[in-house]
């Protein structure tokens, strides 16, 4: 791998599983030792793409390489460089902590010796030395998680690749997590990751890529994206009743905002920062309108994603029993 | 290239033939390791042969004739060969480690693509060697006995065995194929009812109507019971044992090499 070219480099890939066109003309990069975010709602396609990257899947159209190597023509050569740690654990729950990393070990074609030290190690550095012995299937949900990525990890790979690695995690473990990434990123593996998590991305990566239906709608640090909105924003929460009556109020000022209805909030660029607030917050009580909550912040990668789409990142309660209802990994474009 | 992939790229100097049979090897203790620390499932599993034996030899045997040989004797062979063909596990296995993204797992590692299917289907070959002793062992109990001497006894296990793991690709491939553990279940049942009760492993073809037998004497399950028959109690076995050899080697290339493509694609 040549640490001045892009690790990943993905152009006009594409992809369709029948009638649904999961990846539709995608280009991502990432440097060396970074962290690059695939951020969408489920049905983006990042899983899709991180498939692809991964040797699992092969694209329709397009070509990728990563770390230099021809996701199609070096898939074998490719899978020595990567570790991939999907979206459900694939951990042998009849195996115990250590059987199950020695083998991934061994099956990364480690010698039987090293294969035994490194799992020794990451059991040690993942907390799961006192459980080594057990069965995975009596591990806790953030145990199996750490094993999983203690897995993908047993061959030290330059490039890490996360689905979702915490979705479905409780906040402590999701933390522990994001510290291990950080950990393994100053240690100069570059990361891939997907996440429905804005906070995720934003905390983690270095570029986030945002996807939506299929496509990259938008790529950048995320300052950059965020700078898209043009600087501080003002949020405000407003009566549900009489959300379309402050939408009215606050035109012209309003262009460039967004509303999420759900929430009641509205939230529109500020470039005069507090200014805009007294502005917005007079044309309200002009119009006889008490406002629940205002203020003046930074733009989230959340408004980022809702300019760019015109919907939110996060998935509505529906799709997560959707999903939870078919539990199988690979229901073709997620 | 960083050092870590430099140490991977290096840390296999074995040739790829000698590394696919260190994989073979790794994912087939895998699969042990699982078949041992499930031993309800291989219990269950056992039940349901030697029932076969017990109803067939109790129930149906006092109505079924077959000239010249006890019905103990003459069942036996073809309770062996059928043995080895309840071989939903092999699909189910295959189904669940693709469900729970094993396969998936198995498949971003650089190892061999053909090591997860032989793995799979090299322990179950050990499964069924547990399965036929045990159905040897109530067998004998109920009065059958190799009347042939002990090479060809030895031979008509190594049979059954051989016959067993040519089509526990078919059922690797199946599972693989259906994709969910209680689609495979099913589907491994279905290969069963034609090929085992077409056969010769319950009562002699002869009695079938003709367009039936045509299909019957010559399946790869009549041919190998056949076989097996001829090697334990003695009789002609050449005929039959080409056959079944042939039926063995075309189940394992066919189907191994189909279920290798699968996996690759899955």
């Known amino acids: 791998m040549n640490s001045a070219g892009p690790v990943i480099e993905a152009r ?16 991502v990069v990432a440097g060396a030792g970074r962290v690059l975010a695939l951020l969408g709602p489920n049905g983006a396609g990042k899983t899709t793409l991180v498939r692809i990257l991964t040797t699992l899947l092969r694209p329709d159209a397009g070509t990728a390489t990563v770390a230099g190597l021809d996701v199609v023509r070096d898939a074998a050569q490719l899978r020595r460089v990567i570790g991939l740690t999907g979206q459900f654990a694939a951990v042998d729950p009849l195996l115990t902590g250590r059987e199950n990393l020695e083998m991934v070990g061994q099956l990364c074609q480690l010698p039987r010796r090293q294969a035994q030290r490194r799992a020794a190690q990451l059991l040690e550095r993942f ?62 593996t570059t990361v891939l990751l997907t996440t429905q998590y804005l906070e995720e991305a934003d905390r983690l990566a270095h570029r986030v890529a945002v996807m939506d239906h299929g496509r990259v709608v938008a790529e950048g640090t995320p300052d950059e994206l965020k700078a898209r909105l043009g600087g501080d924003v003002v949020e405000m929460l407003v009566p549900g009743p009489q959300l379309d009556q402050a939408l009215g109020a606050l035109a012209p000022p309003r262009d460039g905002g967004t509303v999420d209805r759900e929430r009641r909030r509205i939230t529109m ?13 007079d044309r309200l009580d002009g119009a006889g309108i008490a406002v629940d909550d205002i203020g003046v912040r930074r733009p989230s990668l959340d408004d980022v994603f809702l300019a760019l789409t015109g919907h939110g990142a996060v998935e509505d309660a529906g799709s997560d029993i959707a999903r939870a209802g078919n539990g199988r990994r690979r229901s073709g474009p997620t | 290239m960083t050092t870590a992939a430099a140490a991977a790229a290096a840390a296999s100097p074995l040739p790829r033939r000698a590394a696919a049979g260190r994989d073979i090897a790794v994912v087939t203790r895998r699969n042990l390791r699982r078949i041992r620390r499930t031993p309800r499932l291989l219990a269950v599993s056992s039940i349901q042969p030697i029932l076969f034996v017990l109803l067939f030899r109790y129930v149906f045997g006092g109505s079924i004739h077959v000239p010249g040989v006890s019905y103990i004797d003459y069942l036996l062979p073809g309770i062996f060969v059928t043995t080895t063909l309840f071989g939903a596990t092999t699909a189910v296995a295959m189904a669940a480690d693709l469900a729970g993204g094993m396969i998936d797992r198995f498949r971003s590692l650089p190892m061999a693509r053909s090591a997860v299917l ?42 059954v065995l051989a016959f067993g793991f040519a089509f526990m690709w078919l059922y690797a491939l199946v599972g693989l194929l259906v994709k969910d553990p209680e689609t495979a279940q099913l589907a491994g049942f279905v290969p069963i009812f034609p090929f085992i ?24 399950v009549s041919v190998t019971v056949d076989t097996v028959r001829a090697l334990a109690l003695g009789g ?5 044992a080409w056959q079944a050899g042939g039926w063995i080697a075309g189940f394992v290339v066919v189907f191994g090499w189909l279920a290798v493509a699968a996996y690759r694609r899955t």
């Not at chain 1, 006009?12 to 280009?27: E, Q, W």
């Not at chain 1, 660029?269 to 917050?281: K, M």
């Open chain 1, 269 to 281: 660029p500020a470039p005069a920062g507090a200014a805009t607030l007294r502005a917005a917050l």
């Open chain 1, 127 to 188: 907390g799961l030395a006192a459980a080594a012995g057990r069965l995975a299937r009596t591990y806790s949900g953030g145990m199996t998680r750490r094993l999983d990525l203690a897995a993908s990890l047993i061959a030290e790979p330059p490039l890490l690749v996360l689905d979702e690695p915490t979705t479905g995690l409780d906040p402590r473990t999701r933390t522990d997590v994001w510290d291990t990434v950080e950990g393994l990123v100053e240690s100069g």
């Open chain 2, 236 to 240: 002609p076995v050449a005929h039959d």
């Open chain 2, 118 to 159: 032989a793995g799979r289907c090299i322990a179950d070959l050990i499964r069924s060697v547990l399965v036929v002793a045990l159905v040897l062992a109530v067998g004998t109990l109920i009065g059958f006995r190799f009347g042939n001497g002990a090479l060809p006894a030895i031979a008509a296990i190594g049979l």
């Open chain 1, 12 to 27: 006009g890939i594409c992809k369709a599983f029948g009638h649904t066109r999961a990846l539709i003309d995608v280009d």
């Open chain 2, 197 to 220: 009760f077409a056969s010769s492993v319950f009562v002699p073809v002869q009695n079938m109507p003709g367009w039936l037998q045509a299909f019957a004497r010559n399946q790869p």
